[in-house]
């Protein structure tokens, strides 16, 4: 099988795909299929952006087509429980048997195969981190209810993910695992045909034999090089993405029958797996220095004479390093657009409103009781007895016949699993907005007394939304807790009126004491958002050191660590004028940014408490 010729680029949104750039992509698609038939678990699988439809239903198909047959396909339903999903104590059956019997889970069933997720963006975070987890150990792990078993469980992932622009996408923690990334967005049905049958038997051929090659594919250190290179110009930060991506090269190559990994196979990784997660273009090196002219020949030198004529037949350029030929490929492929569509999805998802401050949330673990409803039993979720025999009792008569009508002895109660009744708690949620002032030299000298004001704005309306607050503040040595987190309005204002001014900037430290405080409440349930009043000019590492350069790297990979933890800021730039240092950090941090200097203190509440709203939702 041939790798895919590279085609014209430079077409748009998926909305408005030319007819060379659509059969690009669906070529693409096609070879992608391919790729993952020969082993999806080697990938993880792939994470198909693509809405219900004759396209997506082809493409499945050939995949389908190209596995082997005797491989296990298993569909995962959106609301599955854990003892389906892992396996475990079949309870219903145990209480027909009168002894424990165990139930083999949809993931260990899929051992070697696939396994298809519809409607992935709309997995509860739960089920994505438990099916991540078995995707990392190759293996499920059941110990409970008695039942303690290791079993293997291989496969790839087929996640079908539907969200449209401006929708939540699949929760990170899956996606980042899933090796291939596609989308058929835009395509029409009139342009995405299948293979002959004689050209997919070719195919079904020659993926038999990449299946005991591609492991011994050899990919140099200059393979390896463009493509760790390549992922981060472009700003992919997980190991993840550049592994799968050297593992789909390897398969490339075996598929198309050579002994080693080449630039086509690098190219071709790179599109499929890198450029789809790129969080920013790649930085552009201008040389605005004048070419240095000729020396002169001297005086008593005749001048050189006039060089030969290029031979045609001899290549004039040398040429170029395959990290920048793959580099320049994966940009290619990154959608025009597709940067912008990601910022305004992150900003939509933080000021997205619903629900408020402190809401009721319903769950099955804590709070006060709220009845009961029908539900399987899994981890954390309390069975109401009084209910379940409740709803088994009018049932009875009848199981006894059939239990007696075949043979078997009847148990005096018998239990099935529609009878269970689940116990329903309702509690409230804590809501705590950290307030982080830069309170270094050059706030001081500039804003801090503005941003004292806007703050105390800003938890006279926390007071009235009835959040918790908490005040750090960093200068000098590093940050210090000044209020830990409290509803007093008094003590608040305190704490800030008492704020002294001064010193260096430990950004980095600040950033880390801000991430430290936010992932502890949260884990206490609390719904928490980091205000962060700074002019984004840090100049102490976060050893201490002074050094701008590398306080400025510090602060910066700190921001980075935040941002995939999940901590959701608002950044208030203090700049006497919006200045490049507090977007940039901002962009790092994934967070809101606000320049003080055009923000209207009812503005800055209205957007924390939005970003605090959607968080308790």
Not at 130 to 144: C, I, M, N, P
Not at 196 to 221: C, F, K, N, Y
Request: glycine share 8%.
């Amino acid at each position: 099988m041939t790798p895919l010729a590279d085609a014209d680029s430079s077409a748009g949104l998926p909305g408005e795909t030319s007819e060379s750039r659509a059969a690009e992509l669906w070529g693409r698609a096609l070879h992608a299929a391919a790729l993952l038939a020969i082993e999806p678990a080697a990938l993880g699988g792939v994470w198909l952006r693509a809405a219900a439809g004759p396209v997506r239903e082809r493409w499945l198909a050939l995949l389908e087509t190209l596995l082997p047959v005797d491989r296990p396909r298993r569909r995962i339903p959106l609301n599955i429980p854990d003892e389906r999903l892992l396996g475990g104590l079949d309870l219903a059956a145990t209480l027909q048997a009168g002894r424990p019997v165990a139930q083999r889970g949809v993931l260990a069933e899929a051992d070697g195969g696939v396994v298809t997720l519809a409607m992935a963006e709309r997995v509860p975070a739960a089920t994505a981190t438990r099916l991540a987890q078995v995707l990392d150990r190759g293996e499920v792990q059941v110990a409970r209810d008695g039942i303690e078993a290791h079993l293997s469980a291989r496969f790839g992932v087929i996640a079908l993910d539907e969200s449209g622009n401006g929708d939540e996408p699949p929760a990170s923690v899956l996606t980042e695992r899933l090796g291939v990334v596609l989308s058929l967005e835009g395509l029409l049905p009139s342009t995405c045909t299948l293979p002959p049958l004689e050209e997919l038997r070719g195919w079904q051929r020659d993926i038999v034999s990449a299946r005991t090659r591609w492991r011994h594919m050899h990919a140099d250190d200059e393979a390896l090089q463009a493509l760790v290179a390549t992922a981060a110009a472009l700003g992919v930060d997980s190991p993840r993405a550049s592994l799968a991506a050297l593992n789909l090269a390897r398969m490339a190559a075996a598929l198309d029958g050579r002994d080693a990994v080449d630039g086509e196979d690098c190219t071709l990784a790179a599109r499929l797996v890198i450029a789809p997660r790129a969080t920013r273009l790649p930085p552009q090196h201008t040389d605005e220095s004048p070419p240095e002219p000729p020396p002169e020949p001297p005086q008593d030198q005749d001048p050189p004479s006039e060089p030969d004529p290029p031979d045609n037949d001899a290549e004039q350029l040398p040429d170029k390093p395959l990290e920048d030929t793959v580099l320049e490929a994966a940009q290619a492929a990154i959608p025009a657009g597709l940067l912008a569509m990601l910022q305004a999805s992150l900003a939509l998802g933080r000021t997205r409103s619903g629900g408020k401050s402190g809401a009721t949330q319903t769950n099955y673990r804590r709070g006060r009781p709220a009845g009961s409803r029908r539900g399987s039993l899994r981890p954390g979720v309390r069975l109401n007895v009084i209910d379940t025999l409740r709803n088994a009792a009018p049932w009875q008569p009848l199981r006894r016949r059939e239990a007696m009508a075949s043979g078997r002895s009847p148990a005096r109660v018998l239990i099935r699993a529609d009878d269970f009744q689940v116990t329903r708690y309702q509690q409230r949620s804590e809501t705590t907005t950290l307030f982080v002032v830069d309170a270094s030299g050059s706030a001081a000298l500039h804003r801090l007394a503005e941003a004292k004001g806007a703050v105390e704005l800003l938890l006279a309306d926390c007071y009235v939304r009835r959040d918790r607050v908490a005040l750090m503040a960093f200068r000098g040595a590093g940050c210090e807790l000044m209020l830990p987190p409290t509803r007093s309005l008094t003590r608040a204002k305190r704490a800030l009126a008492g704020l002294p001014g001064g010193g260096g900037t430990p950004m980095a430290s600040a950033i880390e004491a801000a991430q430290q405080l936010y992932e502890r409440l949260s884990r206490k349930g609390d719904s928490v958002v980091v205000v962060l009043l700074t002019d984004g000019r840090a100049n102490l590492d976060r050893n201490g050191r002074p050094g701008r350069a590398q306080a400025e790297e510090d602060a910066l990979a700190a921001a980075r660590r935040a941002r995939v933890s999940g901590m959701a800021c608002v950044l208030v730039d203090t700049s006497s004028q919006p200045a490049a240092h507090g977007q940039r950090l901002a962009a790092e941090l994934g967070a809101l940014y606000q320049p003080l200097p055009y923000a209207d203190p009812r503005a800055l509440s209205a957007r924390i408490g939005a970003s605090v709203a959607a968080l308790a939702g």
